[in-house]
């Protein structure tokens, strides 16, 4: 029997509106991030991942301290990051972060390690940009030992080495779920086969369909290393109303101020609507629309790339806490069973 599609939602804690139109706090939107993962709990959403960002505009830098709030308000979903950004970070605090969350979720805690799209935390945190490949090359090879967890021995160019060292806590389990998320690099792809960690694909625009040898490099890939296939997940966009209409009218002009505001700083023009209606059309890799519009495409980027997980960044600029909600109520309760429904 084949194991049903699981859905799962993302955020990067955008700071949002208010019901007047004004910015609200950090605090604020750190606090709807919880409220949001609650009632995906609520509703069954298999997973929710938090992203970590260093920037204005966004209110997590610190998805661990997030993800447990949330892990003492919800009895079920998975929680992890979306991304953790390991090139500037350290793997061994990292291991040891995600195992408290691991501890205090009984066992729900995952992680998805990245470079992330932005790189800002490379001068925060002391990382020269010129080690962009290296660090991330030496951070993700020690991560692979330290989930084996039993003493470590490792030694690299970007930290200190390590003899037969112990890393505490260990998980109650003894596994600490980890993917490698890749943006469409071949080179990722197969350091993610390479560690034998599953994959996660960030498509973000263009049809998903391009994807498609990606995936088939990642199994070949495991093929070769004698490793069996390990689970493949997309990570995309997307905004649920009521019909197309609403949904599209509404996410809009949230999506057009932060992709300008992104743009401006790394020299692109401003978006067009038309841009946009065509990532959220039939083959675009926006989910934008009514839950009947956004299972399909669901399940046609499922069917195309046979992925175990579909996680929708749901969140998208300052869209108000309010419609954020009622977009996560319409994912669970019945863009779901629709996927679910149409995958069967």
């Known amino acids: 029997m084949t194991t049903p599609l699981e859905l799962g939602l993302d955020t990067f804690g955008d700071l949002t509106e208010d019901a007047e139109g004004n910015l ?13 993962a609650v009632l995906a709990d609520e509703l069954g959403v298999d997973f929710f991942g938090v992203g970590e960002h260093h920037r204005d505009d966004f209110a997590v830098s ?16 998975r929680l992890g990051s979306a991304v953790t950004v390991m090139s500037s970070d350290d793997p061994v605090r990292v291991f040891e972060r995600f195992a408290t969350l691991d501890a205090l979720s009984h066992g729900r805690a995952e992680l998805i390690l990245g470079r992330g799209s932005f790189t800002e935390s ?19 090879e020690l991560f692979a030992e330290l989930l084996k967890e039993r003493p470590v021995t490792w030694r690299g160019t970007t930290r200190s080495a390590l003899t037969d060292q112990h890393v505490y806590p260990t998980t109650e389990s003894g596994h600490l779920t980890t993917w490698i998320g890749v943006g469409g690099s071949p080179q990722s792809v197969a350091r993610a086969a390479r560690f034998q960690m599953p994959l996660v694909l960030a498509i973000i625009g263009g049809n998903p369909v391009r994807f498609k040898p990606f995936v088939e490099l990642y199994y070949r890939s495991l093929d070769a290393l004698g490793s069996p296939h390990l689970p493949v997940a997309v990570h995309s966009p997307g905004y649920i109303a009521d019909t197309d209409d609403e949904a599209r009218d509404q996410v809009w002009p949230y999506m057009k101020m932060m992709r300008d ?54 969140s998208a600029g300052r869209l108000p806490h309010s419609l954020l909600m009622r977009s996560i109520e319409l994912y669970a309760s ?7 429904d149409m995958l069967s």
Do not use: C
């Open 24 to 36: 609200n706090s950090y605090a604020t939107a750190i606090r709807e991030v919880v409220e949001q």
């Open 62 to 77: 610190s998805p661990e301290m997030v993800l447990a709030g949330i892990a003492g308000r919800t009895s079920r979903i």
């Open 122 to 140: 490379f001068p925060l945190f002391g990382y020269d940009l010129n080690d962009y490949e290296i660090l991330f090359e030496e951070k993700v």
């Open 261 to 314: 505001r992104i743009g401006a700083e790394r020299g692109w023009g401003p978006v067009q609507r038309a841009d946009f209606e065509r990532d959220a059309g039939p083959e675009g890799s926006w989910y934008v629309g009514s839950p009947e519009t956004v299972a399909r495409k669901i399940a046609t980027t499922a069917k195309a790339l046979g992925i175990t997980r579909f996680d929708m960044k749901y």
């Open 334 to 340: 019945r863009v779901t069973p629709l996927v679910h």
